[in-house]
Structures are given as structure tokens and as C-alpha cells.
């Protein structure tokens, strides 16, 4: 079974500046998360999808934070305009259904904004 | 207070020592409680899971949850150099997906 990917696996950008981060699930999970880990901290859960549908992003900053999951397959995550704060490892992970225990994580998106 | 406590001081333990790792807690809703690996620039992967108070055994690993002092522990028997890596406790209630993790361990074993 292949896990979940994300892409790209760095990233480098200047403040003020835009950003896109790809995740495909596991094939037949319908519950996609997007974490937000900075260094030395554990994961911060940013949204939630259930299909294509948001469940939570209480904790989204979106002023400038936006995410999709317009197929109930794939989700994107922007950022726009970045700032130096958020430089971390953004993280997706899946798991089967809302309410399964276990979710699988991808290798996550290393951001640094200088 | 935060949510979840985890002293994210690294450890360094000879090959074959114990590791002990804990965790403690304010909310007394978390019924969940979750030990994940992570290895270096990789994704957390779940290690042990467990509901409610209570101990549970996987091989080397033992996970022991203690809901009346809000503690939650994670041993490691006969540690390897493989078993280097980050150690983070998760925890959430029931009924919601969102996980509150701790800040981490680095644990090191030496050869």
C-alpha cells in the first residue's frame, strides 16, 4: 500500500512571498489533515477534511492560510504572503474515516522563509 | 498551561537500557492516548495506542496510562540503535479527531 505523499519535499522562499504544498492520501481515505510542526514542537493541526469538506480549521490562520480538497482526493495548501513565523515542516497526513484512530503521515514539506 | 506536557530534553541510553518517556495532561476529556515515532525528516508513525487507563504490551514497548494523575508513560525494553528517533505522546477525547501532541523526545542509543 503506498503511503502518503507530499510535495515538494523543501522549500525555500522570501517573506511576503506565496507558497503551494501538495498532499495525495492513501487511496480510499476520506479524512485529510494538514499539521503545521516547527522545530522542536510537536504537530499543530492547521484543517481538517472530511471528503471534500472542511471539518476543522479553527486553528487556520486564514488571513493568510487557505486549503482545498476540491475532489475529495488531493489537497493543496497556500500560503500567502508567508511570513519568517511560519517556517516549520508542514505535514499531511490520512486516515480511513472521520473518527479512525490511526493517521498515516507523509514525510511532510520542509519550509524556511528568510 | 498547555494542554499536553512533554519534556522535550534528548536522551542518550546505552544499547540494551530501558527508556522510560512520559507525558502529562490537563484535559481531563482525552480518552485517547497515542505514542508516535518519528524519525529523522520523516512523518510521525503510530506506535502504541491505547484507550483510557491501563497498560498495554507490543514486544518491547509498553504503553501505561494513568487517568487519575493525568500521566501517560512509554517504555522501551532492550533499546536498539534503530529505536533513535523522536518520541511524541498524543492524545485526544472522544468523538474528535484533533490530536494535541507533545513537544517531543530525541532519544539517542549508543552502540
Known amino acids: 500500500e503506498a503511503g502518503v505523499a507530499q510535495s515538494p519535499r523543501y522549500k525555500i522562499i522570501e517573506k511576503r512571498q506565496s507558497v503551494a504544498f501538495w498532499c495525495n492520501p492513501i487511496?480510499?481515505?476520506?479524512?485529510l489533515y494538514w499539521y503545521q510542526q516547527i522545530l522542536g514542537q510537536g504537530p499543530k493541526l492547521l484543517i481538517q477534511?472530511?471528503?471534500?469538506?472542511?471539518?476543522?480549521d479553527s486553528q487556520l490562520p486564514k488571513d493568510r492560510f487557505s486549503a482545498e480538497r476540491l475532489k475529495g482526493v488531493d489537497s493543496t495548501l497556500k500560503i500567502q504572503p508567508a511570513k519568517l513565523e511560519d517556517s516549520a515542516v508542514y505535514l499531511c497526513?490520512?486516515?480511513?474515516?472521520?473518527?479512525?484512530?490511526?493517521?498515516?503521515f507523509g514525510p511532510g514539506t520542509r519550509l524556511t522563509v528568510l | 498551561q498547555k494542554e499536553v506536557e512533554q519534556d522535550p530534553g534528548p536522551l542518550s541510553v546505552p544499547e540494551g537500557a530501558i527508556v522510560s518517556l512520559n507525558c502529562t495532561y490537563s484535559?481531563?476529556?482525552?480518552?485517547?492516548f497515542m505514542w508516535y515515532r518519528q524519525y529523522s525528516r520523516k512523518g510521525p508513525e503510530l506506535l502504541m495506542y491505547?484507550?483510557?487507563?491501563g497498560n498495554k504490551e507490543d514486544g518491547r514497548f509498553t504503553a501505561q496510562v494513568d487517568k487519575s494523575s493525568k500521566y501517560i508513560s512509554l517504555f522501551i525494553r532492550d533499546s536498539q540503535p534503530s529505536d533513535s528517533a523522536t518520541y511524541l505522546c498524543?492524545?485526544?477525547?472522544?468523538?474528535?479527531?484533533?490530536?494535541?501532541f507533545g513537544k517531543g523526545n530525541q532519544v539517542v542509543v549508543i552502540p
Open positions: 497526513a490520512s486516515s480511513l474515516r472521520q473518527g479512525e484512530d490511526e493517521q498515516f
Open positions: 487511496s480510499g481515505h476520506a479524512t
Open positions: 477534511f472530511q471528503n471534500n469538506g472542511v471539518v476543522d
Open positions: 484535559n481531563s476529556a482525552f480518552q485517547y
Open positions: 491505547t484507550y483510557s487507563s
Open positions: 498524543a492524545m485526544k477525547p472522544h468523538g474528535n479527531n484533533r490530536l494535541a
